[in-house]
């Protein structure tokens, strides 16, 4: 290990919160983007998933109403 | 060779062969970065002018320069997806745009963050800040086009057209340290020089260029899958994977 301790390590030789803001920030950004990318699957599935229950709901509504029509 | 690719213009096939990729992007960019971000953190020796906080460049270059490759790699999928109508090239693209936004921001951020004890300050408008900044304007309005419009087709014409008029950036980008007069540094590794670090610091920054690279592969993975089922959602196959995966 090239540093002599661990508070030698988080020192950074004195340039300790411009190393770890960008180490920072970047780990923050790269895990948001991954975190949204992943859950943008599920919000998707559920879209899809709402909207077929939507298409079953009118079909039977539909079904419903064709058997209620007065017939001429 | 069109035979063999022939089969992946089929979505469904594509979407397959995305998911059968994404665990060893996933796992094989996990381990490299952070194989390269402890070695260079932590082992790499100090460089003679600027002490620790060149460790910055540890992810900095590396977020730059793939910021580039993706912006490129985009380009390509939107010129394909132009030429020979190819809706899954649309869709590529469209799942890199994000990707590179977000590391074009990481290149300026620690950039920024690199040059406030380097240079004396957070921004200069030179020429590589400033077309890095034009970079990441194009990304967002790449971004943006995708989503202005309901019809995916419509959309992806639009954004393909800016992402090809922006390609002129990154030549730009690339020769800005050479062309003007800069801050910035002239570029560390090249192909034709002898790099200008030894290689205790060059070998973590390849392995992280690497790490960022394979990075890039499974967020786009990810993103792609995504886009393919959100224009393919009246489809049966993707009925049938949403029935699925709800059980």
Known sequence: MHFESLSDFFAMGGYAFYVWLSYGVTFVLLVGLTIVSVRGRRNLFNQIRSKQVREQKLKEYRKGNENNEPKA | MWKWLHPYAKPER????????????????????????????????????????????????????????????????????????????????????????????????TGSAWGKPMWGTWWIWDARLTTELILLFLYLGIIALHHSFEDKVLAGRAAGILTLVGVINIPIIKYSVEWWNTLHQGATISKLDKPSMPIEMLAPLLINILGFGLMIGALTLVRFRNEVIDRNSMRPWVRDLVAQESK
């Open chain 2, 14 to 109: 594509s979407y397959q062969l995305a998911s059968t990729l994404l665990p060893w992007f996933a796992v094989s960019s996990i381990i490299t970065l952070l194989i390269g971000t402890v070695w260079g953190l932590a082992f790499a020796p100090v460089d003679y002018q600027q002490g620790e906080s060149y460790r910055i460049i540890f992810i900095h270059v590396p977020a730059a320069t793939l910021a580039m490759s993706a912006y490129m790699a985009m380009a390509t999928a939107a010129l394909v997806a132009m030429v020979w109508q190819l809706k899954l090239a649309d869709a590529a693209a469209a799942a890199i745009a994000p990707v590179g936004a977000v590391l074009t921001a990481v290149a300026l951020i």
